[in-house]
């Protein structure tokens, strides 16, 4: 069964880091581009809305990033653990997001999110 599981969501303070993970199962990884969206708690199922943070080729040559979180976030991949990360620094409340990962070739796989809240 294909399966993408993300986790390290939490709470946060402006200015705190967070690492998420995501886990894959099911398919073979490396042959994927791998991507973090976000998307407003409570609109989990508007798929269209979802917005696009950052993206990894595979074999991790090339990355993309939103213009609101470059030289913050940071994507990278381990494939041979099947796991893709995405590192969060320098928070703020305008992160606050259910975070997904996605993994596309010529299918999609979506996880089912991950809760960041920064708050104070």
């Known amino acids: 069964q294909v399966q993408l599981v993300e986790s390290g969501g939490g709470l946060v303070q402006p200015g705190g880091s967070l690492r998420l993970s995501c886990a894959a199962s099911?398919?073979?990884?490396?042959?994927?581009?791998m991507s973090w969206f976000r998307q407003a708690p409570g609109k989990e199922h508007r798929l269209v809305e979802r917005e696009l943070v950052a993206t990894v080729s595979p074999g991790g040559t090339f990355t993309h990033y939103a213009d609101s979180v470059k030289g913050r976030f940071t994507i990278f991949r381990d494939d041979s653990k099947s796991m893709v990360y995405l590192q969060m620094d320098s928070l703020n409340a305008d992160d606050t997001a259910l975070y997904y990962c996605q993994a596309s070739k010529t299918q999609t796989y979506w996880g089912q999110g991950t809760l960041v809240i920064v708050s104070s």
């Open positions: 099911g398919f073979n990884l490396g042959w994927f581009a």
